[in-house]
């Protein structure tokens, strides 16, 4: 596999340098914009100034942890459908007051996010009206990422070596495979765990989406073969609805998901577990409020794992429950946002309030958390965010809170043939 993924970067990478312009794009579970027939070359940018700060009572000291990540992308458009992207990107960080599993700073709270550099993405692709197939280091964002993402809170992305296949028939029908040969981890290349820098897979993706108005009805399965831990690899394959029946902006939302996880390729153990989300929502004047209820089936021994999943964004901001406990988790949630005006500044002001409460699949309590957080625009290209998150234990973990403030600019710039 080894050679199998250094002949599959070599490729990409010949193939980018012989290519004479760049351009834009990321893989996702949809088929891509058309691209232009114009060959262009843009420079894209995302720097990114985080404080985190954690107070977790299973330590005597707090962390601090002060980071910027700069990332720098050539996108680009060759004409006739190809595309390409070379894209690095590099984490500093003021100062060693936290863990960040590489520094071997275990006297503080874990915060994942180490200095280094890396090459986050690098991909060729060809894109026709119904079909489009991206090989190389990429971005990949499947449905809400809970299954596959990109972990896009993390200063370092997760990203994958991997062959992305789009094929849409007609407009309402998109099917998507992808073939991973390796993830690359948020813990960057110099983790001191081996298995958190990096792993090797042999996993297939297949995600068919059928779309009804303003209704998804998704079918999948992800065989994952995880070549360096085989008690990760698994087998899931389940079935999602979501939509939103709306008049004037207000109305009723929901999302529907079922699914079975299993052992699969060499994995010793043996195993079926349940999955299952409901999350009604209603829209009232731009204000969203959510109840939710998040199951990941555990028999005490094992439990259902996403390891491949955007995980930050499940299960409270607080990061407890990354892995699943043996005995399974039920998340039950209430959540409401929107912004603090329809016009002018306020409308760009957008906050949202989270509550959890999580207990075992098999009873007993976890503990509940509260989130909270406020994101605002300072200028073109540049935002700001507050972010809280509050975990009260009571059979699981310690009491922990943590504080993110953020700095963030994004911006484009065509260099050659863009408009």
């Known amino acids: ?71 720098l992308g050539l996108h680009a458009e060759f004409g006739h459908g190809w595309s390409g992207l070379l894209e690095g990107a590099g984490v500093a960080s003021a100062g060693d007051r936290y863990n960040s ?78 073939w991973l040969d390796r993830v690359h981890r948020v813990a960057g290349d110099d983790a001191l765990n ?3 820098r990096e792993r090797k897979l042999n996993t297939h993706l297949l995600n ?79 204000i969203t409020a959510k109840l939710g209820w998040e199951h990941l089936g555990g028999n005490g021994l094992h439990a259902l794992q996403t390891p491949l999943a955007t995980l930050h964004a499940f299960n409270g901001w607080n990061d407890q429950f990354n892995v699943t406990p043996a005995g399974g988790l039920d998340d039950r949630y209430v959540g409401v946002n929107g912004n603090f005006g329809r016009a002018g500044l306020a409308s760009k002001l957008a906050w949202t309030v989270v509550w959890h409460d999580y207990r075992a699949d098999r009873g007993g309590r976890y503990g509940s958390e509260w989130d909270a957080s406020l994101a605002f625009p300072l200028a073109s290209g540049l935002s700001g965010l507050v972010k809280l998150g509050n975990y009260q234990a009571d059979g699981f973990g310690r009491d922990s809170a943590k504080v993110w403030l953020q700095l963030e600019w994004r911006g484009q710039h065509g260099l050659a043939g863009a408009r």
Not at 250 to 273: C, I, K, M, S
């Open 194 to 196: 081996p298995l958190a």
């Open 1 to 71: 596999m080894k050679h199998t993924r250094n002949r599959l970067s070599m490729a990409c990478l010949m193939a980018i340098v012989a290519m004479p312009a760049w351009a834009a794009g990321e893989s996702a579970n949809v088929l891509p914009a058309t691209t232009s027939a114009t060959p262009s070359l843009q420079l894209e940018w995302d720097a990114r100034l985080r404080h985190e700060g954690v107070d977790d009572d299973a330590f005597t000291r707090n962390a601090s942890a002060d980071t910027l990540r700069l990332r």
């Open 208 to 286: 068919v989406a059928w779309t009804r108005g303003t209704q998804q009805f998704t079918g999948y399965a992800y065989l994952h073969d995880d070549r360096d831990a085989a008690s990760a690899s698994s087998a899931t394959y389940g079935l999602r609805w979501n939509g939103k029946a709306l008049r004037d902006g207000n109305g009723l939302g929901w999302t529907v998901e079922g699914a079975r996880q299993y052992e699969h390729a060499d994995n010793p153990l043996n195993f079926a577990h349940s999955y299952w989300l409901l999350e009604p929502s209603w829209t009232q004047s731009g």
């Open 101 to 178: 599993g590489a520094n071997g700073q275990s006297r503080y709270p874990a915060v994942t996010d180490p200095k280094g550099s890396e090459f986050n993405q690098y991909w060729v692709r060809w894109q026709g009206s119904q079909f489009a197939a991206t090989v190389g280091r990429q971005r990949l964002l499947v449905d809400n990422q809970r299954w596959i993402g990109n972990s896009g809170w993390r200063q370092h992305e997760q990203t994958f070596d991997a062959v992305a296949l789009q094929w849409q028939p007609w407009s309402a029908l998109t099917v998507n495979y992808d």
